[in-house]
């Protein structure tokens, strides 16, 4: 009989303890521990769209003086980035730290990725409450950019070579020398300053290349010109003879030596164009017009792009590019005063020249200051009318001013070849 009844109490005491326990994981369970925040990322992630839709304030009350910038400060095309940041905050004067402002720019890390880009314009937008965003974008993402600012009807200039960008919506604006503003800029040169009506194309075999060689011809046409041929190259090839054949309608042939290691006879050959448009590297140009000049093809005006203008275009001889014309958005030795102080300006705060993403990214900023300095100006839709109203600014990269479809007109930079050296000719 006592077994049973230690037994007993030895169950009873059991059952106390399983029901106590029980009892405190009750407990726990209505008051969990705090878990620890997680560390907050520069990048903001995209709330869902209910939660942004409790959190628009009413547009008296966005951040009049407030910038938002999105930028691609790390990946791939960080140095752009961080360029064009550089050139917001002295444009906006927030980088003198002698100069007084209420101005404020926020800027967040894109880090050239789409989904980063559209999470970050919805961050400045419904968060910051900013008037209006600059952004640097790629043509990847800039039509993504442009659909997240139309959404939340926030004024957003980008900065991008993507056409029909702002399509989108009455809240896109770009400021850019579009491809097409380029090849009309060197088109019209060329009928108007070098008599050249009959032109040609070599171009690349990838998406840029027929991209610009359709550009080419419309605006060729346009100008009452005609293009005699446009061939084209794999974008990885290096010999061009069979190109170069096409183009003078012959077969060339290399320099023939005379006896007892004489000069080498050359046999000029002649074109039926006036002028050959490439729109391609600066590297790949150069292999292709010394092929051009080792088998002696003359008598044609060199047209190009942009991407012609580098300091390596200059290396190592420049014979074979000698008076090429190309087009671009910025000169560093422009002959515009306003170009030059800004040069000065530039190179005095941050020990190097400005490039095309800085003197973008300056002249966009500018302007949006421009327009906020009209104090009567308090919502986004106002500030919107009034910066398609810009006409003539004098920017370092040549007067703008936006059309009906909200696309900044430039005056585009005509440069050329000159022994060794750029030089602006218009």
């Known amino acids: 009989m006592n077994f049973y009844r230690i037994f ?3 169950l009873i005491l059991l059952l106390v303890i399983f029901s106590f326990c029980c009892s405190k994981m009750a407990i726990a369970a209505e008051n969990p521990v705090p878990i620890p925040p997680a560390e907050v990322k520069s990048l903001p992630v995209k709330p869902p769209d209910a939660q942004l839709s409790a959190i628009i304030l009413p547009s008296g009350k966005l951040n009049r003086n407030t910038l938002g910038c999105v930028l691609p400060l790390s990946g791939q ?5 961080n ?3 550089d050139a917001i905050l002295l444009a906006a004067g927030i980088s003198d730290e002698k100069n007084k402002t209420s101005r404020k720019v926020i800027v967040e890390d894109s880090r050239g990725l789409p989904e980063g880009t559209k999470a970050a314009i919805a961050h400045l937008a419904n968060v910051e409450n900013v008037i209006a965003i600059i952004a640097v974008t790629g043509t990847a993402e800039a039509m993504d950019a442009a659909r997240e600012a139309d959404k939340w009807k926030v004024p957003l200039i980008l900065i991008t070579p993507k056409e029909g960008v702002t399509s989108i919506g009455e809240y896109v604006f770009q400021h850019f020398l579009t491809p097409t503003q380029q090849i009309r800029a060197v088109v019209k040169y060329a009928l108007d ?16 290349g027929e991209e610009m060689v359709k550009i080419f011809r419309e605006e060729v046409m346009r100008m009452g010109g005609k293009v005699e041929k446009a061939i084209f190259y794999s974008k990885n090839q290096t010999d061009f003879k069979e190109e170069i054949n096409k183009l003078t309608g012959t077969i060339v042939n290399s320099p023939q030596k005379k006896r007892n290691d004489q000069a080498e006879t050359k046999t000029t050959v002649s074109v039926d164009f006036e002028a050959l448009f490439i ?5 790949r140009v150069k292999l292709i017009t010394s092929q051009l000049d080792f088998y002696d093809v003359k008598g044609f005006q060199l047209l190009g792009t942009s991407l012609w203008h580098s300091p390596d275009l200059l290396k190592n001889g420049t014979d074979s590019m000698e ?3 190309f087009a671009d958005s910025f000169f560093t030795n422009s002959f515009y005063p306003e170009t030059n102080n800004f040069v000065d300006v530039y190179y005095t705060k941050y020990s190097r020249e400005p490039e095309n993403i800085e003197a973008l990214a300056y002249d966009t900023a500018g302007i949006i200051i421009g327009v906020l300095d009209n104090m009567e100006i308090k919502t986004r839709g106002q500030f919107a009318a009034a910066l398609k109203k810009v006409e003539n600014y004098e920017g370092v990269t040549g ?8 696309v ?7 440069l050329k070849v000159t022994k060794g050296n750029f030089e602006q000719v218009k």
């Open 399 to 406: 007067n703008i001013s936006f059309d009906s479809d909200r």
């Open 279 to 283: 729109p391609d590297s600066y590297s």
């Open 77 to 81: 095309y960080s140095d752009l980035g």
């Open 193 to 208: 300053d070098l008599n050249c009506a009959i032109f040609s194309v070599l171009y690349p075999k990838d998406d840029y």
């Open 408 to 414: 900044a007109q430039k005056t585009p930079f005509i």
């Open 8 to 10: 007993d109490k030895i």
């Open 323 to 325: 008076d090429a014309i």
């Open 83 to 85: 360029k064009a940041r």
